[in-house]
């Protein structure tokens, strides 16, 4: 079983920026996928980034594409989602995924495992 434990949440102001950090525990970190998703109050869940493994291959929303990077450190079991320039439309729970894949989903129902989420709220 895979564990995932979201931080880094919080309040900012539009234009600020926030990292957000996924602790994975449970399992080896070898050969998952991690994803990075959000959910506003109302909609439904959308996903935001994703990194393979190796960290060679990533994917992004457009919706964050140039202002959000995904990374991850696999000696730490760790994966980190930075969000620069921040826009109150970026209002939303974030979750941190994980599936083990040597593909790069973005779709919600291909990963198995997820965290509990961190709110992220950027105000105008």
């Known amino acids: 079983q895979v564990q995932l434990i979201e931080s880094g949440g919080g309040l900012v102001q539009a234009g600020g920026s926030l990292r957000l950090s996924c602790a994975v525990s449970?399992?080896?970190?070898?050969?998952?996928?991690m994803g990075w998703f959000r959910q506003a109050p109302g909609k439904e869940r959308e996903f935001v980034a994703a990194?393979?493994?190796?960290?060679?291959?990533?994917s992004y929303a457009d919706s964050v594409k140039g202002r959000f990077t995904i990374s991850r450190d696999n000696a730490k079991n760790a994966v980190y989602l930075q969000m620069n320039s921040l826009k109150p439309e970026d209002t939303a729970v974030y979750y941190c995924?994980?599936?083990?894949?040597?593909?790069?989903?973005?779709?919600?129902?291909?990963?198995?495992?997820w965290g509990q989420g961190t709110q992220v709220t950027v105000s105008s």
């Open positions: 995924a994980a599936e083990q894949t040597l593909a790069v989903p973005m779709s919600a129902r291909e990963y198995d495992y």
């Open positions: 990194i393979r493994w190796s960290g060679i291959r990533t």
């Open positions: 449970g399992r080896t970190f070898s050969g998952y996928t």
